[in-house]
């Protein structure tokens, strides 16, 4: 399975930002994608996750404020990104994992495939 991220980019505190997510597996539907990120200097962190049937997991950092959805026609899945702040400043990447059996959703060592990243920078 191969992973694209896109949309990064930089913005002002208080913007959003959508990421995409782009698979090339056509199971797509059997898949966890996650959505991670990792700053400078600290350790990768999950930041939301979706399961095939519409199952959602969030970090508390981002609760009420990030948004993960998909769309498994196109076999995209979207991060929006909203009421940003300087510290979701990050690389974010996108994985994936074959959601049978998946105990940790937001735990990267649970995921199998995994995207280059996308640079989010956002300024105060």
């Known amino acids: 399975v191969q992973m694209i991220e896109y949309g990064g980019g930089a913005v002002q505190a208080g913007g959003s930002l959508r990421l995409s997510c782009a698979a090339s597996d056509y199971t797509y539907s059997a898949y966890c994608i996650g959505w991670f990120r990792q700053a400078p200097g600290e350790e990768r962190e999950g930041v939301a996750s979706?399961?095939?049937?519409?199952?959602?997991n969030y970090a508390d950092s981002v609760k009420g404020r990030f948004t993960i959805s998909q769309d498994n026609a196109k076999k995209i899945t979207y991060l929006q990104m909203d009421s940003l702040q300087p510290e979701d400043t990050a690389m974010y990447s996108c994985?994936?994992?074959?959601?049978?059996?998946?105990?940790?959703?937001?735990?990267?060592?649970?995921?199998?495939?995994w995207g280059q990243g996308t640079q989010v920078t956002v300024s105060s």
């Open positions: 979706i399961d095939g049937d519409g199952t959602t």
């Open positions: 994985a994936a994992v074959i959601a049978y059996g998946l105990r940790s959703p937001l735990s990267q060592s649970e995921y199998k495939y």
